[in-house]
């Protein structure tokens, strides 16, 4: 078997040894990243006359067909191919002869590994923040398209006060607003290339990192070679903000699980996004929404798992490091597969806007518009509060409706047996941001306009 270090070794790597260090399992995936690394590399070794003009264009020859046989599935992986970057530095070798040979000049695998999982925690990024933008669209559009229908909005899950329906998905899609914020963050923040570190020290060759970074399309170039090639600090903050994003789709699935109950009966999912029991018959089961709780388990686990590989790690590279690529794989596709899964059952789910507004309506969700019709008129809030919480306890208690003790009881009366009418007390949540009609037409437009700029940011 050949390996990159053939020369040092007198025998071969042990089968076992093969077995438990090699990637090339999971890091095939890398394999555009990888090409495009290399690309870079070889024209910037050109430019820096260490290949001719014809070596350069052998070389690039050889990656464009061993790009091709990677992309058809016709690649020949070989025993020694320990990850996908020996692979395809193999194949170019064997393509372009002498040229092929020349092409891992002042380059290790350790700045090449680092650029390849930088240009593909990029891409990726991007393209969840797109998804997640797309989820939040149908938050609006339902929203939009909610009215003023209205629900309990709960404290412990208790009911407290009623809120529009508009008003509680917008708050999921603010949260979301946050992570996609997180997301152009930590993307800003990892695009730089490593590329031009070497194993550890730089090179004594004429090497040009501004170039291969220019090429690859980073922002900058690493400022210190040893950091290069150790941080993984762009994983750890992926995985956070991916963990968040999960997160927050296990507290949206878990409002649908709540909803959808036999219980609550506030929303009935549509059959694409439901499934079936094999022995109840009439079951119709959220499974995505358990599945959203859930997952973020898995997602923490990926997050928690990779700091506890960088903890205590010396300079510079480790293979540990290797550690990081199979977390940061589940993350993005685990994220992918929720948003997207979430992003259909929130468009097609039935929201049954009469159970809710049963639910709100109980007299006692306006307990605290009470206690501001006091307040309005001079009473102190702490004695405002202690009045209104008697004529509860003397209602619950059997005395009488709330309706009729307020209507009886001279510091409230008339106006204020008003506010417990069905949908009144919605209406009243007026101040910025609040739960109510007026308020929520306002926060409606405002977010419109933050997911437009959003999407804007990752054009
Ligand atoms: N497969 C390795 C990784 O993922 C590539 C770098 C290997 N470098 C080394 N010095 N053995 O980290």
Do not use: C
Not at 38 to 48: F, P, T
Not at 331 to 346: E, K, S
Not at 349 to 377: G, R, S, Y
């Amino acid at each position: 078997m050949s390996t990159l270090w053939h020369g040092r070794f007198e025998g071969d790597p042990a089968d076992e040894l093969m077995a438990y260090t090699a990637s090339i399992g999971f890091d095939v995936r890398l394999a555009p990243d990888d090409i495009a690394g290399s690309r870079a590399h070889v024209q910037m070794l050109g430019h820096v006359d260490l290949l001719s003009e014809s070596e350069v264009a052998e070389v690039l020859a050889a990656l464009d067909q061993t790009a091709a046989e990677l992309a058809s599935g016709d690649f020949v992986f070989a025993p020694g191919d320990e990850d996908i970057h020996t692979a395809i530095e193999r194949r170019v070798t064997e393509l372009a002869g002498q040229a092929g040979a020349k092409f891992h000049t002042g380059r290790s695998r350790n700045d090449q590994v680092a650029t390849a999982l930088r240009l593909f925690a990029k891409r990726e990024l991007a393209a969840i923040a797109a998804d997640v933008i797309a989820l939040q669209s149908v938050l609006l559009d339902r929203a939009a398209s909610a009215g003023d229908a209205y629900l309990p909005g709960y404290t412990h899950l208790q009911r407290a006060q009623p809120v529009l329906l508009a008003h509680h998905l917008l708050a999921h899609g603010w949260a979301l607003a946050r992570d996609v914020d997180r997301l152009a963050d930590a993307r800003a923040r990892l695009d730089v290339s490593p590329l031009g570190a070497g194993a550890v020290a730089g090179s004594s060759l004429p090497l040009d990192p501004d170039m291969t970074a220019a090429e690859l399309g980073f922002a900058a170039r690493f400022e210190n070679s040893m950091d290069a090639v150790s941080d993984r600090d762009f994983v750890a903050e992926s995985l956070f903000v991916l963990a968040m994003v999960a997160i927050h789709l296990s507290r949206l699935g878990e409002e649908i699980v709540f909803w959808t109950s036999e219980e609550a009966g506030f929303a009935t999912l549509d059959d694409a996004y439901a499934t079936g029991s094999s022995m109840l018959p009439q079951k119709k089961n959220p499974d995505i929404a358990e599945l959203a709780r859930a997952k973020a388990g898995r997602l923490i686990g990926n997050l928690t798992g990779l700091l506890a590989v960088l903890k205590g790690l010396p300079l510079a590279y480790n293979r540990d490091l290797q550690e990081d690529k199979e977390p940061l794989f589940d993350a993005v596709d685990q994220v992918r597969l929720g948003v997207r899964a979430m992003t259909g059952l929130m468009s097609s789910i039935a929201f049954n806007t009469d159970a809710m507004a049963a639910a709100a309506d109980a007299p006692t969700a306006a307990a605290t518009d009470l206690a501001e019709h006091l307040v309005a008129d001079g009473v102190p809030f702490r004695d405002a509060h202690a009045i209104v919480g008697d004529l509860v306890r003397r209602s619950l208690d059997g005395e009488a409706s709330l309706a009729d003790l307020v209507q009886a009881d001279p510091r409230l009366g008339e106006d204020a047996a008003g506010l417990l009418a069905p949908g009144v007390p919605v209406t009243r949540r007026t101040t910025p941001g609040g739960a109510g009609p007026h308020s929520v037409r306002a926060q409606i437009t405002n977010f419109q306009t933050r997911i437009l700029a959003d999407a804007a940011r990752f054009d």
